[in-house]
Structures are given as structure tokens and as C-alpha cells.
């Protein structure tokens, strides 16, 4: 079936450091979606986006879709101890299916203070 | 506006028993959706509903049933339990498809 990668799976931090992590696909996604999840908590929309080649930013988080529509990139700036938690990104495959959405595995962000 | 809500919290089953997991949503959405999430992992998907009266499986069905009477609500049935579907179960509600709001999550241990 459809599978997305995320990369790194983890990461371990300096508070103040950048952080940058993306998400590839074998296929063709119409929307990138970044979600983060807490310890305990449900996954969050960040970010959403809708076409190739929009950067969109929520904050310090700023968010790509790549221009092949398969790939979208992540990038948080200034990272806080808050930023703790497991990066998703998702999207539904193909070109007109919203009904299913599938989910990354995850990228896990340790901010050391 | 409590968004998207699930009942219970916690829950421990023992080996073939029943239950269901209650999800509301007071977003008037027209799709909702049932994952689940191993330790470690992503989210797999269960079911999904694109309205009232209409439900359609997803990536990890069996063992589990879904019904749509209502917009609001989308409850989960587990029946004959196993241990395989120890699990933190997610509701999610979307207006559209895409971008969802997840609930706050059932964690079930079966034994």
C-alpha cells in the first residue's frame, strides 16, 4: 500500500538549534499535512498545504511542499523546550481522494534546555 | 465547542469480551475516522465515515465494526477481544478530508 517516510526518526537537540526534518513519498500527494503529538495527547494540525512549491509558516514553524508532489519538508526555528513531542506528517494519496489520509511514522524531537 | 471527544480514557478487557468506543464531535463534520496507534508507531487506519449512513474500512479492519446514525457521533465496536488490539485508539473529525482534529485518545489493554 501507500507509504510515507520520515526522516530523521529522531532527533536529540540543543535548545536555541534549528531543526529541519522531511517526509517523502513514492507517490504523488495533493496535500501535505504536518501534525505534532504530545505525550499523551492526540496528534495537532500545524500546518496544511495544497500546492507544489508553497512555503507556509505557523510561527516558528515553517512548512514546504515540494515542487515533485512527493516530499514536503519541515523546519522549526529557534526550537524551545515546548517542541518536545512526534512530528507527523500525512496527506491523502492520489489525486482526488480525500476520504483516506495516511500518516508517517514520525520524527522525534528531544530539546535539551 | 469541546471539539472532538471519546469515552473512556482507559479501559482493561479481558480476552473475548466486547466493548465500543464512543467518539462525538460537535464541529458538524461530515468525516470522521477511527485509527489506532501502537507503541512507537504511526497511525493505522480503521474506519471512516464521509457521513451519516455511510462507513467504509480502512487499513486495519478486522476485529472491529463501525456505525454512522448520527453526524455526531462514530462509535467503535471491538468484539471477541485479542490481544493484538492492545492499543491507543484515536477519533478524528474533518470538514473536508484532509485536515483532521483528533480526540484525545482511548488507551486499551486487552489481557
Known amino acids: 500500500g501507500q507509504q510515507l517516510n520520515q526522516s530523521p526518526q529522531s532527533m536529540f537537540i540543543q535548545e536555541g538549534e534549528d531543526v529541519s526534518m522531511n517526509c517523502t513519498s513514492s507517490s504523488i500527494f495533493n496535500t501535505w499535512l504536518w501534525y505534532k503529538q504530545e505525550p499523551g495527547e492526540g496528534p495537532v494540525l500545524l500546518i496544511a498545504l495544497y500546492k507544489a512549491g508553497e512555503l507556509t509558516s505557523n510561527g516558528r514553524l515553517t512548512a514546504q511542499f515540494g515542487i515533485t508532489r512527493k516530499d514536503s519538508f519541515l523546519n522549526i526555528s529557534a526550537s524551545i523546550p515546548s517542541d518536545v513531542g512526534i512530528y507527523f506528517c500525512a496527506g491523502p494519496p492520489g489525486e482526488t481522494s480525500y476520504d483516506k489520509v495516511i500518516f508517517g511514522p514520525g520524527t522525534s524531537l528531544s530539546v535539551i534546555p | 465547542n469541546a471539539g472532538v471527544t471519546q469515552t473512556p480514557k482507559f479501559r482493561i478487557l479481558k480476552i473475548g469480551q466486547s466493548m465500543t468506543l464512543q467518539c462525538t464531535q460537535d464541529?458538524?463534520?461530515?468525516?470522521m475516522y477511527w485509527y489506532r496507534q501502537d507503541p512507537g508507531m504511526g497511525l493505522k487506519l480503521i474506519y471512516y465515515?464521509?457521513?451519516?449512513?455511510?462507513?467504509d474500512k480502512g487499513e486495519v479492519p478486522n476485529g472491529y465494526n463501525v456505525s454512522r446514525s448520527t453526524t455526531e457521533d462514530f462509535p467503535l465496536r471491538l468484539e471477541l477481544a485479542a490481544p493484538s488490539q492492545t492499543s491507543v485508539y484515536f477519533c478524528?473529525?474533518?470538514?473536508?478530508?484532509?485536515?483532521?482534529?483528533f480526540g484525545p485518545g482511548t488507551r486499551l489493554t486487552v489481557t
Open positions: 464541529m458538524n463534520h461530515n468525516y
Open positions: 478524528a473529525s474533518s470538514p473536508q478530508g484532509a485536515e483532521q482534529y
Open positions: 465515515s464521509v457521513g451519516a449512513g455511510i462507513t
